[in-house]
């Protein structure tokens, strides 16, 4: 419940937030608090000073340039809803619960890298790319590099992230599945499903699933199963199957791994069958 003693920093720029960052290594940023401060108050980690980034609200914004949208790393999960971008929209909408979403922040989430965080199965199907800034520049990675493994993301002492890239994909359809046991519980299993369909054929798949391995995966199976199939109930049933292969849960208190994995078949078919509204015979 109580945090141990900390030393708190409200620097004048982001210059200045990295700059202190790279002198004190164990010095961490604060954006929205709703994962470093539950850690802070169960003293799990003990840094030597916060660094308030939270004010630079010129990292707050979500913009189209061309196919992109540039989603500022302080836009907060209430504001990512405002914003109508596929799949990602949704998925803030099913994080935690009003309050978590009025203070947590996207870049928070994915330098938090909980394996069970929501945006990440949206940020791998889309091949995110995350905008990485310290002193020496920026520098832009894919998000399938950044989440290196749970908790642990690329970045280096003395660099933020400051902005998630992402393709539109205009005239794609999709749906982000989440089961949780209580509404504002963290996912038992989530999967963000993007579907390109020409006629009744499926041009292009992109399925994410996360809370299911140490860090979020496509399900590269369930993917091939579809991509320049005919859309039947037969060939969706398969693809569901299929994503079973991708998925490598552990038991806990959520479940166990066996009905997680189940789980994971469910979801897909549910994704796949709620973005296409209905499957055709
Ligand atoms: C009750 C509750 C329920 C929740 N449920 C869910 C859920 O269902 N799904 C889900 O996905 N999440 C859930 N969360 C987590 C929530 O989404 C957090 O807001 C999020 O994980 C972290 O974002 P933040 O802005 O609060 O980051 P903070 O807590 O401020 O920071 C998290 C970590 O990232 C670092 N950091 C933050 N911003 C940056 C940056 N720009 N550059 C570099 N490092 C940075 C911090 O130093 C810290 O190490 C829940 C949290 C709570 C308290």
Redesign the pocket.
């Known amino acids: 419940m109580y945090p141990p003693k900390i030393g708190y920093v409200i620097p004048d720029s982001i210059e200045e937030a990295i700059e202190f960052l790279q002198q004190h290594e164990d010095a ?11 850690a802070l108050k169960l003293r799990i980690i003990r840094p030597s000073y916060l660094v308030e ?1 939270r004010r630079f609200q010129q990292l707050n914004y979500v913009k189209r340039e061309g196919n992109i949208y540039k989603i500022g ?1 302080l836009t907060t ?1 209430y504001d990512m809803i405002k914003s109508n971008v596929p799949l990602l929209s949704d998925a803030a909408k ?4 009003p309050q ?1 979403r009025n ?3 996207i ?3 994915i ?2 890298l ?1 394996p069970a ?3 990440p199965a949206s940020l791998i199907a889309m091949d995110a790319k995350v905008l990485i800034r310290g002193k020496k520049g920026q520098r832009l990675v894919d998000f399938k590099d950044f989440a290196k493994d749970m908790f642990t993301p690329d ?1 280096n002492p003395g660099e ?3 902005e998630i890239q992402v393709p539109a994909f205009d005239g794609y359809k999709f749906s982000y599945q989440k089961l949780e046991r209580r509404a ?4 038992i299993v989530g999967v963000a499903v993007l579907l390109k369909v020409n006629g009744s054929r499926i041009e292009d798949a992109r399925i994410g699933l996360t809370a299911v391995n140490n860090i979020a995966v496509r399900a590269k199976g369930a993917e091939e199963e579809l991509i320049g199939k005919e859309l039947t109930e037969e060939v969706v049933e398969k693809a569901s199957t299929r994503a079973m292969e991708s998925a490598n849960p552990t038991s806990d208190i959520r479940g166990s791994a066996e009905y997680k994995k189940k789980m994971v078949k469910v979801l897909v078919k549910r994704g796949i069958n709620q973005a296409l509204g209905g499957v055709r015979k």
């Open positions: 961490r940023p604060l954006a929205g608090g709703h994962s470093l401060i539950p980034i790393a999960h099913t994080i935690g619960d978590v203070m947590g922040t870049g928070g989430v330098s938090h909980d965080a929501d945006y970045l933020l992230v400051t504002g519980d963290y996912a």
